[in-house]
C-alpha cells in the first residue's frame, strides 16, 4: 500500500504536490474548527478588529526598513492603509491626514499624474492608488489637490491607437491600464469619448475561450483582468458586449474545495482573489437582466444552429464595431454610469459561497503570530489588501 501511495505522489506533478499540500493544510484548520464548541467557533471566526487597527495606524507613521522593496509603491501602501482603516470604520486624525496630503502632492507630476514616489515617472497604477486616497480622506483640501484638467492631459497622452492605455510613457498596454485609467476618469467626472474611444473593442479581444479575461490579447484568462476587464466595460457602459455567461461560469469555478479563489486555472487558492474574483461575481448580480438576454438569444441560435451558437454575435469583434459612445458624450455623462450602476439593484442573490470564503479568509488568511491578513496561506503576511491594481 505504500508503495502504491509513492508511486502515485511521483506521477503528480509539482502544481498537483503543491495543491495537495495546501488543501491538506487547510482541512486540518477546518477539522480544528468542526471539533470545537459554538461558542469557541464564534470566536475563531471573528474578525480581530483592534489588531489590524493598530497594524495599519503603525504603518501610517512609518514602516520598517523591509519595506524598502516598495518604493515605487508609495502611494499603494497609502492606499491599501487608508481604504482598509475607513472599512473598519476609523477615522484618520487631522495630523495624519495632512501628512498624506502633502505626500501625494509631492508625488503629482506637474503635467498630471501620480508617481510612486516624489520625483518618480507619473504612472496608471500609482495615479488610480494616490486618487482613490485623497477621495478616501474626503477632506476639501485633499479632493481639491488634485489637478483634474492636467489629470485628463495625462489620461489622453496614456491612450494607445489600439483603444487601450499605457501604463506609463512607452510603458505597457494591458487590461490592468484600461481599467485605473477608466476608474480615476470616472471618479474626477473627466470621462469623456476620446478616452473611451474603441476601448470595448480591446477588451472583447482579451476575453478567451474560458470565459475570463486576459492581460493581453492571446493571454491567459486572470482574476485580477478579469475585474479589471469588467469593471472597466461597466463603467463605459458596455459590459453587454462582453460573454457575460462564460465569464460567470469561469470565476464561479475559480472557487475551490479550500473555500477561496485561485487567480488562474490550476493555480493555487490565494487570500487576494476573494477581492478580484468575488468583486466580479458581485458586480454581475447587477448584470442579470443582460445575461439572461444573452442565454436566449445562446438557446435560439442553438436551436437553429448548433454548430454556430454562442452568447453573443461576435466574441472577439475587433473590426466593424461602431463606438457605442459615439462622438457626442460629453464628460460628466461618462462619469454618471458608474454611479448609476451602484445605484441600481442586485437581482441575483450570491453567486458564490459567501460563508465559505468568510471563514477561508478568517482562518487561513488572518495569521495569529502577526495579527494582520496574508495573501497566501503559508507565506509571510503584509497587511491587508483590499483592493490592489497589479495582478501576478
Known sequence: MECGNYSMKKRLSITQQEQVHVEQKVFEIFKILDGVSPHTQSLMLEIWRDKHIEFLTRGLRGLAPSYSVL?????????WILHSLALLGVPIDSEFENNVVDFLGRCQDANGG?????????????TYAAVNSLITLGSQRALSSINRDKMHKFLVQRKDSSGAFRMHDAG??????????ISVASVLN????ELVQGLGNYIISCQTYEGGIAGEPGSEAHGGYTFCGLATMILINEAHRLDLPGLIDWVAFRQGVECGFQGRTNKLVDGCYSFWQGDVLALVQRLSSIVQEQLKLAHVREAQNPAKACYVE?????????????????????????????EGQAEWGPLLNSIALQQYILLCSQINTTKHMSS??????????PCSVGPT
Open 172 to 181: 505597457e498596454i494591458d487590461v490592468r491600464a484600461c481599467y485605473t485609467a
Open 71 to 79: 518604493d515605487a509603491n508609495r502611494p499603494w501602501l497609502c492606499y
Open 114 to 126: 501620480y508617481g510612486g514616489g516624489p520625483g518618480q515617472l507619473p504612472h496608471l497604477a500609482t
Open 314 to 342: 461576435t466574441h472577439n469583434s475587433t473590426k466593424g464595431d461602431s463606438d457605442p459612445c459615439g462622438s457626442s458624450h460629453q464628460a460628466g455623462e461618462l462619469s454618471d454610469i458608474g454611479q448609476s450602476f451602484l
Open 190 to 193: 473627466i470621462l469623456d469619448s
Open 376 to 385: 497566501s496561506l503559508g507565506l509571510g503576511s503584509f497587511g491587508i489588501q
